[in-house]
């Protein structure tokens, strides 16, 4: 599981996440989801955030990339998180593992 604010900074993330991408959460915590991709991953990552933005929720197939270089792949389900206010305050992402 992986929390993201709405500038798509990881605020939290589990053990199984940090496995998956090769990373402490301290290494991942404050910094940008975009990080962790390649460029063609990196687009069609920054449609999916503005997806999100707009209030869907969806499930797709995602590249990452791994601490070592290598490719990881998932099945990403992503959902928009509300403020009180119902204003949009960051995304959460669920990542099985392989």
Same mark, same amino acid.
């Given at each position: 599981m992986l929390r993201l604010d709405t500038d798509a900074k990881i605020t &939290?993330?589990?053990? *199984? &996440? $940090?496995?998956m991408l090769g &990373?402490?959460? +301290? +290494?991942l915590i %404050? *910094?940008?989801i975009l990080e962790?991709?390649?460029? +063609?991953s *990196?687009?069609?990552? *920054? $449609?999916?955030l503005d997806r999100r933005s707009q209030g869907?929720? +969806?499930s797709f197939d995602h590249r990452f990339r791994h601490k070592d270089g290598s490719?990881?792949?998932?099945?990403?389900?992503?959902?928009?998180?509300y403020d009180d206010d %119902?204003?949009?305050?960051g995304f959460f992402r669920l990542v099985p593992a392989p």
């Open positions: &939290y993330v589990n053990k *199984r &996440y $940090q496995d &990373y402490s959460a +301290e +290494e %404050g *910094r940008s962790f991709m390649d460029d +063609e *990196r687009v069609l990552a *920054r $449609q999916k869907v929720t +969806e490719a990881v792949w998932g099945i990403v389900s992503a959902s928009p998180i %119902g204003r949009p305050a």
